[in-house]
């Protein structure tokens, strides 16, 4: 079965350090990987996405990932964490088994940047 | 281009009733699922629909109904309401075909007392 882990309910960093959200899979075959962030109140807003090709990943607002294929991770990373990047964030890989292109879900990381 | 959009935003229902949740899909998108987000929960998948056509359920029971109409609108049924069902009901649209990601509307938050 598919499926991700968040192991950290929540992570703190101070504004302008570095920031990593971590997520590890489990999928058979290829994984299409994704990171999605929401705010109080609000939907879920697309980040990034790995579907093949370069490992590091870049998306919206300055987010980076890195895929590892040996460590079966997708970590979401940012080189200056800003206040305004306090959220919750969801890692989710599609259901390639069901062919058609369910998500499956984290239970989600709090990142809290401190000023 | 209007993104996802969901209708209505809020909404408190007793014990019982029955629900219906409306979701429009981003301009060019032909694919609907509907995700149930349980607070301090990742979303959970209910199902999807593509062709007016639902194409796979998630672990939920029949309670959970819906509908794609030919303007690739769709509509999620709940009925005989539990205080369990209260959640944020999130909608997202994909163009059928694409392997890439969906775009999620900004939710309908249910209340059930």
């Known amino acids: 079965a598919q499926s991700v882990a968040q192991p950290e309910d929540q992570v703190n960093v101070a504004e302008g350090n570095p920031l990593t959200v971590k997520c590890t899979y489990s999928?058979?075959?290829?994984?299409?990987l994704f990171w999605y962030v929401q705010y109080p109140n609000r939907g879920l807003q697309f980040l990034l996405k790995?579907?093949?090709?370069?490992?590091l990943v870049k998306g919206s607002y300055g987010f980076e990932a890195e895929f590892n294929k040996s460590q079966t991770s997708f970590h979401l990373k940012k080189p200056s964490a800003l206040v305004s990047d306090s959220a919750l964030y969801f890692c989710a890989v599609r259901d390639h088994s069901s062919g058609t292109y369910k998500y499956i879900f984290g239970t989600g990381t709090r990142l809290k940047v401190l000023a | 281009d209007a993104g996802v959009t969901q209708s209505p935003t809020h909404l408190i229902k007793t014990r019982g009733q029955q629900v219906t949740l409306r979701c429009s899909p981003k301009s060019g998108h032909d694919t609907v699922s509907w995700y149930q987000q349980a607070l301090g929960q990742g979303p959970q998948f209910i199902f999807q629909?593509?062709?007016?056509?639902?194409?796979q359920r998630g672990n939920f029971p029949d309670r959970f109904s819906g509908h794609q109409f030919p303007n690739y609108s769709s509509e999620l049924n709940v009925n005989a309401l539990l205080l369990g069902d209260s959640a944020l009901y999130l909608c997202a649209s994909r163009k059928g075909g694409s392997p890439y990601e969906q775009y999620f509307g900004p939710g309908t938050r249910l209340t059930v007392t």
């Open positions: 999928v058979s075959g290829n994984p299409y």
């Open positions: 629909y593509y062709e007016e056509e639902e194409r």
């Open positions: 790995y579907i093949t090709g370069d490992n």
